[in-house]
């Protein structure tokens, strides 16, 4: 009876969680979320397949998550713990392994991969805090930590640990915004991210024309016009809603 009440408690804070974080969700019931919503539906599942494996019952945990995968497109591991108020939006491609382990009121979006390095046994997949948001297409590889509060952008590549309240983009990871305070270079919020790489190559190219015209000045010519200009920071209405 316990635990048919915490599973219910669990499911009522899914629910909620869905209709707080998805602005489609407004004004919906919840026996249409539960019905619709096809992350909702794959944390449904896994609950049961985690609460059966918790229980040592053989197959039906690998079953419920292979059919889940089949249905959602959504693919957990029946071992992987997941926190209550857990949210993951669209939901197709989003990769939960063994050892991944969940905080609370955590948000993925579609595409997202908790996936484990190597072939060793034990812990090989990340951890993450409370408060974490997961951008589109995101990589979180081996046994990293993501601290509460932190915030990863679509179609980063994390493979080293991130600590909380902390904002990393890119391909590998780079920390834009760390406890609230940016980063030395350009401005990080949700919406409108940076791009490190494209900041390095300006700064190397204005490095270049620099030296170029030090040199025309030497052989007494006229310096290279190029400065840089090529890459202005994007201004205007963002593609991602900002």
């Known amino acids: 009876m316990r635990i048919l009440k915490r599973f219910v408690l669990e499911l009522k804070s899914d629910i909620a969680a869905a209709r707080d974080r998805d602005p489609a969700a407004t ?15 794959a944390l449904l599942a896994h609950r049961v397949a985690h609460r059966l494996r918790c229980l040592g019952v053989p197959l039906a945990p690998r079953a419920i998550a292979y059919l889940s995968r089949m249905v959602t497109g ?3 591991h029946p071992a992987a713990k997941i926190g209550p108020e857990f949210f993951i939006d669209h939901g197709s491609g989003v990769v939960i392994g063994e050892t991944a382990e969940i905080g609370r009121r955590v948000t993925l979006y579609q595409g997202v991969t908790l996936g484990g390095t190597g072939f060793q ?20 590889l081996g046994p990293i930590a993501v601290g509460d509060g932190a915030k990863i952008g679509a179609n980063t590549v994390v493979v ?42 300006k700064t190397l190219s204005e490095r270049i024309a620099k030296l170029e015209q030090r040199l ?8 290279a016009s190029g400065n840089g200009e090529g890459l202005r920071p994007r201004t205007g209405r963002s593609s991602a809603g900002g």
Do not use: C, M, Y
């Open 27 to 41: 004004g919906v019931s919840s026996f249409e979320i539960l019905t619709s919503w096809a992350g909702v539906q």
């Open 74 to 76: 959504v693919e957990i």
């Open 121 to 140: 046994p034990g812990k090989r997949h990340p951890t993450l805090g409370d408060n974490v948001t997961v951008g589109s297409g995101a990589k979180l």
């Open 160 to 201: 080293e640990d991130v600590p909380p309240s902390s904002t990393v983009v890119g391909n590998p990871g780079h920390l834009v915004k760390v406890e609230g305070r940016r980063q030395e270079g350009p401005d990080a919020d949700w919406i409108h991210l940076p791009d490190p790489i494209a900041e390095a190559i």
């Open 216 to 223: 025309a000045e030497l052989d007494g010519g006229e310096g």
